[in-house]
């Protein structure tokens, strides 16, 4: 099979890099266009990088010598990630979109656009359905995906299964959630070294109104929010990768401990279409009581599971647990690679 042509927007960047990791031998994908800001472009990546390089696997062969482009829409290729910093994300995706390119996106700026998928595949595929609104609406060639902010997935991935089940009402959440989240060189070491930082700009805010489109129905062209009230508290701490999660949950119907552990094991609505990324089982129980933890956990399912341990019930509200994400593969690249490969074998990247 001929594979399609991919380019990356903001290929420099804590994403980006994961995007050039996780497309490295990707069996549907080959990456033949970088781009990042002016600062990079006109540069091989590896001189753009400049040392930069934080993953611990080398720059692939083939990628070290690719020049960096500028991130305007002549790329080589039919679909791009976007991994650019949210400044600039909004109207560069735009213009892409315009121009024909279909564009998964990581960055925030269009994730609440009535028009677009929030996207998570095993949850809310028939979003996707919007698209055809969205390119009549804006005159489009191609069209814009999103995924969720890294912490919203990984809660949203394990609260999927239950609302099916028991519909929840409300949501308690906080939140410990890793340094590769806010970019690099992000925190100064001497803000995070023995320390936590109460507070992540914006990142509530996102929890709070996300989930609501994600869980949310299609229903006459449109998609309904889900009726959830949700209060989240977002930590920074000194963990390289994973975002560790405390969440409470009220629900509607009354399972048992164990009705609720058979739900979240026994949901994987992808497993017919076997995708490259799909992990074998999307989320993962622990039943230890000290799982699941960043180091140990964050790579299960090659980063694209969640875990979910410690489900007991919650005295304020029905159930509690603890849930880890790998942020920047479920929580970014990976989350828009799986959009693709979704995509892809509903037709939409032709
Ligand atoms: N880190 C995570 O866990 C995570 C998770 C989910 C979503 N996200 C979102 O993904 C996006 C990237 O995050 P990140 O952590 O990878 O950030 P980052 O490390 O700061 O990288 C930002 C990228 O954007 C490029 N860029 C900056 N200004 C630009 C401009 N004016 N024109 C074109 N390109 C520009 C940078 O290129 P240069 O190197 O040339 O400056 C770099 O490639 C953000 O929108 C973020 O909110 C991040």
Redesign the pocket.
């Known amino acids: 099979m001929e594979k399609i042509k991919v380019g990356i927007?903001?290929?420099?960047?804590?994403?980006?890099q994961r995007f050039i990791q996780l497309l490295e031998n990707h069996p549907w994908f080959e990456i033949s266009a970088l781009?990042?800001?002016?600062?990079?472009a006109g540069k091989s990546y590896t001189e753009?990088i400049a040392g930069?390089w934080k993953l611990d696997t080398s720059i692939p062969a083939r990628i070290e010598g690719l020049g960096v482009k500028k991130?305007i829409p002549d790329l080589d290729c039919r679909l791009v990630f976007s991994?650019?910093?949210?400044?600039?994300?909004g109207t560069?995706e735009e213009e892409f979109a315009r121009a024909g390119y279909v564009v998964s996106s990581?960055?925030?700026n269009h994730r609440m656009d009535e028009d677009v998928p929030l996207l998570i595949p095993e949850i809310n595929d028939d979003h996707l359905k919007i698209v055809d609104e969205q390119k009549k609406r804006r005159q489009y060639k191609g069209f814009i995906v999103t995924n969720p902010?890294?912490s919203t997935i990984g809660m949203v991935l394990a609260l999927a299964p239950l609302h099916k089940e028991f519909i929840i009402n409300k949501i308690m959440v906080t939140t410990l959630q890793a340094l590769?989240?806010?970019?690099?060189p992000g925190v100064a070491s001497m803000d995070i070294m023995d320390n936590v930082l109460p507070f992540i700009g914006s990142e509530e805010m996102k929890m709070e109104t996300e989930p609501q489109k994600i869980l949310g129905r299609f229903e006459n062209n449109k998609i309904v929010m889900a009726d959830i009230t949700i209060s989240a508290s977002c930590n920074r701490v000194p963990v390289t990768d994973g975002h560790l999660e405390s969440i409470s949950i009220e629900l509607e119907k009354k399972p048992s401990r164990q009705d609720v552990i058979d739900v979240l094991k026994e949901f994987n609505p992808l497993e017919e279409f076997d995708l490259p990324s799909s992990p074998s089982r999307p989320i993962v129980v622990r039943e230890e009581d000290d799982r699941p933890q960043p180091r140990y956990d964050r790579n299960e399912g090659n980063g694209m599971a969640c875990v979910v341990g410690r489900v007991r019930e919650c005295p304020i509200l029905d159930y509690k647990f603890s849930v880890l994400s790998h942020?920047?593969i479920r929580?970014?690249a990976g989350a828009a690679i799986l959009n693709a490969e979704y995509m892809k074998v509903k037709g939409l990247l032709k």
């Open positions: 927007l903001g290929a420099t960047g804590m994403v980006g781009a990042a800001s002016e600062r990079s753009a930069r991130c991994a650019l910093d949210a400044n600039i994300a560069v990581n960055s925030r902010n890294c590769s989240g806010s970019g690099y942020n920047t929580g970014a």
